[in-house]
């Protein structure tokens, strides 16, 4: 029901910062949970970061990344945002948005994200 399409990966200095947008389709935006997740090479998918659906701000995140990494949605907007700060080149990877509710489960083609000095 919901399309994704990340943007904002890019090459960035350790203990620098990224933000990550993830700009959905129009369409009940609202009721669809919001997550991050990643993917380097020769290591399977992990979730990065979680927000539930609606208005509310609980989130989840890997503790490899708590106190670093913030998730924040603009339903507005349609768009979930992932701040990234203090990064690490073990945070090197390909960053994908999921959404998911009841019905449908909708994944982004990623963008990558590459710590290095």
């Known amino acids: 029901q919901v399309r994704v399409v990340e943007s904002g990966g890019g090459l960035v200095q350790p203990g620098g910062s990224l933000r990550l947008s993830c700009a959905a389709s129009?369409?009940?935006?609202?009721?669809?949970?919001m997550g991050w997740y990643r993917q380097a090479p020769g290591k399977q998918r992990e979730l990065v970061a979680r927000m539930r659906s609606g208005g509310g701000s609980s989130t989840d995140y890997a503790d490899s990344v708590k106190g670093r990494f913030t998730i924040s949605r603009d339903n507005a907007k349609n768009t979930v945002y992932l701040q990234m700060n203090s990064l690490k080149p073990e945070d090197t990877a390909v960053y994908i948005c999921n959404a998911k509710n009841s019905r449908y489960d909708s994944w982004g083609q990623g963008t990558q994200v590459t710590v290095s000095s």
């Open positions: 129009g369409r009940l935006f609202i009721t669809y949970a």
